[in-house]
């Protein structure tokens, strides 16, 4: 029996002014749990073109296993351009392979020797794409293993079905500052009156909407991470682990939310507290930061 860790879900290309770079969520994570010996693997599409091509000759470098089914939809692409002050603005294409990922065979067979999985909320944007990451949390064993949501939310491409749905799939969930306060509104957690009689209601704070989120979808443990000012994970038997976030001189940030995860679930699939595994989710992440690219070659001193 194989001990696959997966990444699940869309595979790209960021087209950005100065050409094209690969992207998506479920890759970063596989390669990042790689790194710790563990068999990670990147699931999605790609289409018959030379996008999908592409895709595969910039994976086998990086020494990842992948299993990219080929349909007939073109390769997901992200449109970036920049607007007049320098800000990036994203058009992410509809109807393309990540959307379109079939239940196959061999999808199902990875399922069943997956001990853990990651998954967001952007390829669940399409009926098709979407029953395979169901069935694929329903295939994996439902004993020790981690089935992490890693919400992600991109522009309007989720909603409370898929959101919800989710959640009561996984037993892991993954967000930052700014997503738990769009969830929380989504999912009308409970808000609290502020001081003043007449003033609008606030959310309560965010470990209360953490522990209620945990609470109503019966989930093992909640990661928030709240960029400089550090991040938490927030357990059901009530512990909290808090790290800092470290200062260090930033290359780009692109893929380091997904070193973390990748990291921290290497971890405590190795047998780590959940408190040891934060620590080194942190410092990958950090040194990640560094360095260009979401791939990088990480020290062997961050992986012991």
């Known amino acids: 029996m194989k001990d696959y860790i997966a990444g699940l879900g869309e595979i790209l290309f960021d087209c950005l002014p100065d050409g094209k770079k690969l992207g998506g969520a479920p890759a970063n994570f596989a390669y990042h749990v790689s790194n710790f010996g563990f068999e990670g693997i990147a699931v999605s599409a790609i289409g018959k073109d030379a996008d999908g091509l592409l895709i595969k000759e910039e ?11 080929e ?4 390769t997901g692409t992200v449109q970036v351009t920049l607007s007049g002050n320098g800000i990036p603005q994203y058009d992410i294409c509809q109807g393309v392979a990540y959307d379109n990922i079939p239940w196959t065979e061999e999808i199902e067979e990875i399922a ?38 890693d919400i992600n939310l991109r522009q309007h491409w989720y909603s409370r079905e898929v959101v919800e749905e989710s959640l009561y799939k996984c037993n892991v969930l993954k967000l930052n500052d700014e997503e738990i306060c769009t969830i929380s509104e989504l999912l009308e957690l409970k808000r ?63 893929g380091a939310g997904d070193s973390f995860t990748g990291s921290f679930v290497a971890c405590l699939l190795k047998g780590m507290t959940v408190e040891a595994a934060h620590e080194r989710a942190v410092k990958v992440s950090a040194y990640v930061c ?14 012991r």
Do not use: W
Request: with cysteine; glycine share 6%.
């Open 59 to 69: 994976l086998k470098p990086k020494g990842l296993k992948f299993h990219l089914e």
């Open 290 to 303: 560094t360095q260009h690219g979401a791939m990088p070659v990480i020290p062997q001193e961050l992986l």
């Open 71 to 74: 349909v007939d939809f073109p």
């Open 192 to 254: 609290i009156p502020q001081p003043e009689g007449n003033a609008p209601l606030q959310l309560v704070d965010f470990e209360d909407q953490c522990r209620e989120i945990m609470n109503n979808y019966d989930l093992q443990m909640i990661i928030l991470t709240c960029g400089t000012n550090g991040s938490y994970v927030f357990c059901a038997d009530g512990r909290t682990s808090f790290q800092p976030t470290p200062k260090v001189a930033v290359a780009d940030t692109v």
């Open 112 to 149: 069943k020797n997956s001990r853990g999985v990651c998954f967001g909320s952007l390829a669940q944007r399409n009926a098709v794409s979407r029953n395979t990451i169901l069935k694929f949390l329903d295939t994996m064993s439902p004993i020790g293993t981690l089935k992490v949501f």
